[in-house]
T-cell receptor, first 116, second 114 residues
Framework: AQKITQTQPGMFVQEKEAVTLDCTYD???????LFWYKQPSSGEMIFLIY??????QNATEGRYSLNFQKARKSANLVISASQLGDSAMYFC?????????????FGQGTRLTINP | NAGVTQTPKFQVLKTGQSMTLQCAQD?????MSWYRQDPGMGLRLIHY???????DQGEVPNGYNVSRSTTEDFPLRLLSAAPSQTSVYFC?????????????FGPGTRLTVT
């Protein structure tokens, strides 16, 4: 079974609009962390935001926020006031807390295109 | 502070050749890992290490070897390259001890096997 599911292969959004990228996850471990990475066309992986399973509040980093719904096992990324430079691939990833499990499991990604 | 460095950036191999992808980090991170990214897909874990002398397999380990003799370096060896190993390879590192530590990625190596 897939641990991380991103159901939107591609999204097209007008500049300055807000956009939500979906991510659902599957784990039985009570301790886990959820990450979002951005991969622009240049190829590097850029860390955006992190949410821990025990965090009481949704994470925010500038224009990025994470809509964490634990009961639904979803961790959607919200980008406010989108910019042309936000066009990129976006990956959701999870790290589970079991002993020695520092491994990061990635979803298949969503390609976001911001139109002027 | 260079972070995570990878060499080479690009490589073309013929089927059956062997080579080593180099990865180094200067952040004194215990955890290092190798991922591959195939076109249109997310990253998949090949091998990882939680410290010098300790390595383990990830999701797609076949055809690859690793060793970790120092904290800083984590080379990935392709034993006998196959076209199916054409991919972009990322090395990453992080601290250990909790789920919240960010993984820092290298710039990637684009490998083509003909």
């Amino acid at each position: 079974a897939q641990k991380i599911t991103q159901t939107q292969p591609g999204m097209f959004v007008q500049e300055k609009e807000a956009v939500t990228l979906d991510c659902t996850y599957d784990t039985s471990d009570p301790s886990y962390g959820l990450f979002w990475y951005k991969q622009p066309s240049s190829g590097e992986m850029i860390f955006l935001i992190y949410q821990g399973s025990y965090d009481q509040q949704n994470a925010t980093e500038g224009r990025y926020s994470l809509n964490f719904q634990k009961a639904r096992k979803s961790a959607n990324l919200v980008i406010s006031a989108s910019q042309l430079g936000d066009s990129a691939m976006y990956f959701c990833a999870m790290r589970e807390g079991r002993q020695g499990a520092q491994k990061l499991v990635f979803g298949q990604g969503t390609r976001l295109t911001i139109n002027p | 502070n260079a972070g995570v460095t990878q060499t080479p950036k690009f490589q073309v191999l013929k089927t059956g050749q062997s080579m080593t992808l180099q990865c180094a980090q200067d952040m004194n991170h215990e955890y290092m890992s190798w991922y591959r990214q195939d076109p249109g897909m997310g990253l998949r874990l090949i091998h990882y290490s939680v410290g010098a002398g300790i390595t383990d397999q990830g999701e797609v380990p076949n055809g690859y070897n690793v060793s970790r003799s120092t904290t800083e370096d984590f080379p990935l060896r392709l034993l006998s390259a196959a076209p199916s190993q054409t991919s972009v390879y990322f090395c990453a590192s992080s601290q250990v001890g909790g789920v919240g530590y960010e993984q820092y990625f290298g710039p990637g190596t684009r490998l083509t096997v003909t």
